[in-house]
């Protein structure tokens, strides 16, 4: 299959910590340095979160924009995406740094339930969101936690609420959510396809052990691939990852298996329809 892998690397999330793992980026500077590294591995999307100084989830605009501001000047040509995820933040300051128009934010569309608590994505807050990343031209990756998160987001775009063709992302092995299951991931790719179109671009995370299993699904079913340590601070049950980068050296080397090329920036930047900024 020649078909580029893109591999997005989730740098830090909203929980982990140093006590789950000293390798997980909190401050900005350590994020930046992390994604770095990660971007040299292979991966050509970060996705981001940010916290305070107190080391706790935040959706504060101005830690967001030094992020930014930090990957385009270290990562050039690095997609940047930004969460607008629930534990950061709640009602519509959760996309308060969309005004910064990053290539990318995530976008959940629908609810769903987490370990402890329900992630809430209210259909008028996720309305605005989506009117906001059209405003501001960010293109939304939509986080799909469920079949009908899916389903959802052909409506968006039938009605204009999506610009383009929209980049699902299969999310499983979240607690309480939907498991690593095959069949279900298979019909999720089934369903993209009929709703989307045969060549829709589609990609898949796993959370905690199911990371390395949605990721070898992922790059042998032809689609594309996120790691890192927001979704999983472990190599496997001994041993902790000692980067991002080694996360994706996995996701890499799972490529090399099957035969699939690791997507360039300029590769990944074609492959979403995202203009080919140029490093500055």
Sequence with gaps: MTKPCIICVAITGSLPTKANNPAVPITIAEQVES??????????????????????????PDRFARLKEGLEKHCPG????????GRSGAGQARGGMLPLR???????VGSNNFPTRVYENPPDLVDWLAAE???HDVKPEIEAFDLSHILKAKEMQTKGQLAGTPYVQFVMGVKNAMPADRDVFDYYIATVKRLFG??????????????????????ASGGHARTGLEDNVRLDRDRLAPSNAALVQRVVDLCERYARPVASWQQARAILGLPLRQPT
């Design 133 to 135: 990343m059209l405003k």
């Design 198 to 219: 045969e060549d829709a671009p589609w990609c898949a995370a796993g959370i905690g052990p199911a990371q390395i299993v949605l990721n070898e699904w992922a790059v």
């Design 35 to 60: 994604t770095q590294e990660a971007f040299e591995a292979g991966a050509s999307i970060a996705h981001c979160h940010v916290r305070d100084d107190e080391g706790k989830p935040t959706s504060d």
């Design 78 to 85: 690095m997609i940047v995406q930004l969460s607008t995820g």
């Design 102 to 108: 990053p290539d990318m934010a995530s976008l959940s």
